[in-house]
């Protein structure tokens, strides 16, 4: 059976990279995105390409509806077998005193409401020899601080959620597992205010570069296949180090 994995945030960065390679090893892939249509379309057509089935769906995390309508689309391509967790945001780089509540808030409502709102609509239709995949960060246990405390705190909480789903699931055969990239090259960096971060942080990451989506895409279709049917509730780190 082909398996049928859902992306979110799969428009950019590491969920783009990922729907590619999932793709090219054989799953169909259905992804969200929120509003970069043009980059949707590449992604979409990159996937078709290898001779799969394909679905890119603008929907909001944040928004109930909006993921069960994804879930109701994927559903289209065969029983949903994989979900990775990866839509996320960060705010404005900046001290923990200047944290605008509305920055703090949409970081708690796309990194884990959103993730929290898709891995339900995964347990309640995936059955058994499924997958869940959180994209955590290495955030999680550095703490980020002077950037962005509040985006580590929700990074941590997907960890706990990790685990936790881990045990609830595994006598339904559905395994749960994150991963932790690094500081990786993304948009993510502009959109905090630090485009260049990837490239300045290098001297403090022990391999001495930051990394590319492609080697968190390949973590994450490891966690998601055959070869890791005795890996769950584990916390994969991609950080070159750090
Ligand atoms: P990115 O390049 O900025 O891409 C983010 C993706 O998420 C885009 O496809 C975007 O869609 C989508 N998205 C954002 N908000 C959304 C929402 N509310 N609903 C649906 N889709 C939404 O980010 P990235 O660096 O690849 O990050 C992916 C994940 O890795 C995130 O969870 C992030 O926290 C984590 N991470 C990244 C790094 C890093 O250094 N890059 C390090 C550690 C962890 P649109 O394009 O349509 O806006």
Not at 69 to 83: C, E, K, S, V
Request: charged share 15%; proline share 6%; with cysteine.
């Amino acid at each position: 059976m082909t398996p049928v994995t859902i992306i979110t945030g799969g428009s950019r960065g590491i969920g783009a990279a990922t729907a590619r390679r999932l793709a090219h090893a054989g799953h169909h892939v259905a992804f969200s995105y929120r509003r970069d249509h043009t980059a949707a379309t590449a992604v979409l057509a990159d996937i078709e390409a290898t001779g799969v089935r394909g679905l890119a769906v603008p929907a909001d995390t944040r928004d109930p509806d909006h993921v069960t309508a994804l879930f109701d689309a994927a559903a289209d391509l065969g029983p949903i077998t994989g979900l990775v967790n990866n839509a996320g945001v960060t705010s404005p780089i900046g001290a923990f005193v200047d944290l605008d509540p509305t920055d703090l808030r949409n970081v708690v409502d796309v990194n884990l409401i959103g993730y929290v709102l898709c891995a339900q609509q995964a347990a309640r239709r995936m059955g058994t020899d499924a997958a869940i995949v959180n994209v955590s960060s290495a955030a999680a246990t550095l703490g980020s601080p002077g950037e962005y405390i509040h985006y580590a705190a929700v990074k941590a909480a997907t960890d706990a959620l990790t685990i936790g789903l881990a045990k609830e699931l595994a006598p339904r055969g559905i395994r749960v597992n994150a991963v932790a990239p690094g500081i990786i090259r993304t948009d993510i960096h502009a959109l905090s205010g630090q485009p260049d971060r990837p490239d300045q942080a290098a001297t403090r990451i022990p391999l001495g570069r930051a990394g590319h989506p492609d080697e968190v895409a390949s973590a994450i279709a490891w966690l998601l296949g055959p070869d890791a049917t005795y890996t769950t509730g584990t916390v994969l780190r991609v950080a070159g180090g750090l």
